[in-house]
T-cell receptor, first 114, second 117 residues
Framework: DTGVSQNPRHKITKRGQNVTFRCDPI?????LYWYRQTLGQGPEFLTY????????KSRLLSDRFSAERPKGSFSTLEIQRTEQGDSAMYLC????????????FGDGTRLSIL | AQSVAQPEDQVNVAEGNPLTVKCTYS??????LFWYVQYPNRGLQFLLK??????LVKGSYGFEAEFNKSQTSFHLKKPSALVSDSALYFC???????????????FGTGTQLKVEL
């Protein structure tokens, strides 16, 4: 069990640029989640996948955000035309599909918008 | 809608003393409840969960939590605190039964635990 892996760990970019983050879940986990965490707050749900299907999206996920999990393994989260308010820690988690199982988190990607 | 309240932004305790970090929740139906710990610039580490059964659940690193349905609380406890327990603690909830499936967690705002010598 190598845990959830996220890359890059840090991303600094100028406002208006596009960025993409990658998440590799624990290999036997069917479910994959994306959360966003801002300073002083708990993580906020963005979206989740079961295998390759995106089953739920939060209203926080504007049209500039898109997530994919094309083969049911790794996932990418893309933000287009970044804004200052996108600065946050983006966390990925994975879990088995069975009810009540804990989600296991990666160390996140910290995005800073200049 | 589901929600979590962690009423204390910070808890200070002396090493060796018992600690309690408070959490109350609101959810439709029965809850699944979780505690996570976060160290600086790291993700969240799972500590323990309540799904069903005994109200007192035991988890990692000597932590335990007590589920109280009547008070809608799930307080985190440890009999003897260590300096290394100093970190940010999050309580999270989801409904046991969701229409449309899913496992979305709703987190509290976190409680900073500081254990001093």
């Amino acid at each position: 069990d190598t845990g959830v892996s996220q890359n890059p760990r840090h991303k600094i970019t100028k406002r208006g640029q596009n960025v993409t983050f990658r998440c590799d879940p624990i290999s036997e986990h069917n479910r994959l989640y994306w959360y966003r965490q801002t300073l002083g707050q708990g993580p906020e749900f963005l979206t989740y996948f079961q295998n390759e299907a995106q089953l739920e999206k939060s209203r926080l996920l504007s049209d500039r955000f898109s997530a994919e999990r094309p083969k049911g393994s790794f996932s990418t989260l893309e933000i287009q035309r970044t804004e200052q308010g996108d600065s946050a820690m983006y966390l990925c988690a994975s879990s088995p599909v069975e009810m009540g199982m804990a989600q296991h988190f990666g160390d996140g990607t910290r995005l800073s918008i200049l | 809608a589901q929600s979590v309240a962690q009423p204390e932004d910070q808890v200070n305790v002396a090493e060796g003393n018992p600690l309690t970090v408070k959490c109350t929740y609101s959810v439709s139906g029965n809850p699944y409840l979780f505690w996570y710990v976060q160290y600086p610039n790291r993700g969240l580490q799972f500590l323990l969960k309540y799904i069903t059964g005994d109200n007192l659940v035991k988890g990692s690193y000597g932590f335990e939590a007590e589920f109280n349905k009547s008070q809608t609380s799930f307080h985190l406890k440890k009999p003897s605190a260590l300096v290394s327990d100093s970190a940010l603690y999050f309580c999270a909830v989801r409904a046991a039964f969701l229409t449309g499936g899913g496992n979305k967690l709703t987190f509290g705002t976190g409680t900073q635990l500081k254990v001093e010598l």
